[in-house]
């Protein structure tokens, strides 16, 4: 293994996501050798890896209000905002394709593969989907009505496929995908599925709001100091009696220190904080 060509793909994977992947033109890759199912990650620049040593990062540059439209709600139900890495390549993002390699002419009926979705571990819901020629989307992998392999494949071709398509995230955090491959036999009709195998992304958040509190005043308000990326929309909460947070209100972020005014009932010492969507 090629450690001088690793180690900035994991690198760029933690949260300050460094550059090295962006940009990148990468594969999740369906190989099929001796009788056997091949799955793992062909990076266009660095090669061949395992799917544990390359783990994908999802920059920040990736988030974006959710596309309007009937075909959008029904990927990403009320997701007020996403992340996506879009099919068509940006510069500023990883394009992360689909393809197939090492299967002969006639070996799949039709010369077809599916990839599918069988597990998801995540913060979020994901999306997988490609676009029309007008621009409408077809859903191929869509968890938030559940994860079934039966309903969440995609179908390529067996023959050297190489297929772009958009991934979308529902929320920041680590993602654990667990995949396979399956194609049917012409002989007997069988389907031949390959083990289920772990892909991990990685999807930037924004910078958390800073939030600062003064004193209670005389007439009991609470000022709060509340500093939130620029059109980042941020919930005040408070703590109850019973631990549990109460929203107050909500802001806009601006980059900028913002003044978020609240009685201080039932008691000066009283919990707040600020959470970023």
Known sequence: MNFRNVWPKLLAATASLLPASVGAHVHIQIGYHAGAWDLHVLDFESGRFLPAEYPF???LAARSPAPAGPGYALLLGAAENVWILPENEAP???NLGLGTSGIGDGQ????????ELHRLDGPGEVALFTTSAFGAPQGHWISRDGVNSAADFITLPAINGHVHVNWVFTRAGVYRLGIAASATIPATGQT???PVVGYTFFVAGPARPHLGITPPRNDG????QVTAPAGSRVEIQAATAAGEWLTLGELIGTGQPQSFLTPATPSSMRLFRAVSF
């Not at 799949?108 to 990839?115: G, S, Y």
């Open 92 to 94: 500023d993002l990883l």
């Open 108 to 115: 799949f009926t039709a010369n077809r593969v599916r990839l």
């Open 192 to 194: 031949f599925r390959s």
């Open 221 to 224: 308000i609470v000022e709060l």
């Open 57 to 59: 990062a999802v920059a």
